[in-house]
């Protein structure tokens, strides 16, 4: 099932997977039932076609990733660099064209390695007695060193820029 999502970017039908693992396709839906009584499959209703395996979605989602030319969904962001993790290949996630497609506005992206920078520096000390937000200055000085510039990322502009 995973290796057909990693190759296709699609869920496998139940045929699928049987003429895969030589299996008959009753048995196919039986073992999705027990995965799904494991919560390691999400189906729809008619308990053949898989809605999650994550991190993949089996229906389209706002989390688009590509990776090597091959479109995937998965079902939250979190899961998104899941698939990439899967696949242990680089990929993309494809934010502007669902912005683009739905008429959303972009904003300016964050990259997981600035994410995790801006993270660790914000809340570091948040168990600490002493933790205060970060003053408006301290904000500027911490988006900048990160490489974060730009109206968006000035806590007193008056405007969202892109």
Same mark, same amino acid.
């Given at each position: 099932?995973?290796?057909?999502?990693?190759? #296709?970017?699609? %869920?496998?039908?139940?045929?699928?997977?049987? +003429?895969?693992?030589?299996?008959?396709?009753? %048995? *196919?839906?039986? %073992?999705?039932?027990?995965?799904? +009584?494991?919560?390691?499959?999400?189906?729809?209703?008619?308990? +053949?076609?898989?809605?999650?395996?994550?991190?993949?979605?089996?229906?389209? #989602?706002?989390?688009? $990733?590509?990776?090597?030319?091959?479109?995937?969904?998965?079902?939250?962001? !979190?899961?998104?660099?899941? =698939? =990439?993790?899967?696949?242990?290949?680089?990929? =993309?996630?494809?934010?502007?064209?669902?912005?683009?497609?739905?008429?959303?506005? $972009?904003?300016?992206? *964050?990259? *997981?390695?600035?994410?995790? #920078?801006?993270?660790? #520096? !914000?809340?570091?000390?948040?168990?600490?007695?002493?933790?205060?937000?970060?003053?408006?200055?301290?904000?500027?000085? $911490?988006?900048?060193? $990160?490489?974060?510039?730009?109206?968006? !990322?000035?806590?007193?502009?008056?405007? =969202?820029?892109?």
């Amino acid at each position: 099932m995973y290796r057909h999502f990693a190759r #296709t970017g699609t %869920a496998p039908s139940p045929d699928d997977v049987a +003429a895969v693992v030589a299996a008959d396709v009753a %048995a *196919v839906r039986a %073992a999705y039932g027990r995965l799904r +009584a494991q919560r390691v499959l999400l189906l729809e209703p008619d308990g +053949a076609t898989i809605r999650m395996a994550p991190p993949f979605s089996g229906v389209p #989602t706002q989390h688009r $990733i590509e990776s090597e030319g091959i479109g995937y969904h998965a079902n939250c962001a !979190w899961d998104a660099l899941g =698939v =990439v993790a899967a696949l242990r290949r680089p990929g =993309v996630e494809r934010v502007r064209e669902w912005c683009a497609a739905r008429g959303v506005p $972009i904003r300016p992206l *964050v990259s *997981v390695a600035q994410l995790w #920078t801006l993270a660790a #520096t !914000w809340y570091s000390t948040r168990l600490q007695p002493d933790s205060r937000r970060p003053r408006p200055d301290e904000m500027r000085e $911490i988006f900048a060193g $990160i490489g974060l510039a730009g109206d968006f !990322w000035d806590p007193r502009a008056d405007s =969202v820029g892109t």
